[in-house]
Nanobody, 121 residues
Framework: QVQLVESGGGLVQAGGSLRLSCAAS????????MGWYRQAPGKRRELVAS???????DYADSVKGRFTISRDNAKNTVYLQMNSLKPEDTAVYYC???????????????WGQGTQVTVSS
């Protein structure tokens, strides 16, 4: 019904930058919150940043001042600009979206397939 396709991951040196994108498509009536989680090997998945359809953004303390989340509602796309990357940012990054479908009044949570971000020291 809804697909989230991520792009922009890769390998970068410490101090470098990457920009992740996540485009949602399918039977979308509206999208409420969108955001990014990450999961490093042996660790739990953690929230990186989120952005509602309106209102203020939210960031994990570990990325505040370095990462910026934004969205283009016309394109159903969320972005994560990551600057001053550190080796501890290495993880698989997953986007998520809370979507109201055209066929239902209810909100459903969808996930992308994940994109690898590796920061070398």
């Amino acid at each position: 019904q809804v697909q989230l396709v991520e792009s922009g991951g890769g390998l970068v040196q410490a101090g470098g930058s990457l920009r992740l994108s996540c485009a949602a498509s399918g039977s979308i009536f509206s999208i409420n919150a969108m955001g990014w989680y990450r999961q490093a090997p042996g660790k739990r998945r953690e929230l990186v940043a989120s952005i509602p359809s309106g209102g203020s953004t939210d960031y994990a303390d570990s990325v505040k001042g370095r990462f910026t989340i934004s969205r283009d509602n016309a394109k159903n796309t969320v972005y994560l600009q990551m600057n001053s990357l550190k080796p501890e940012d290495t993880a698989v990054y997953y986007c998520h979206a809370r979507v109201v479908l055209t066929t239902s009044k209810y909100q459903y949570l969808y996930w992308g397939q994940g994109t690898q971000v590796t920061v070398s020291s």
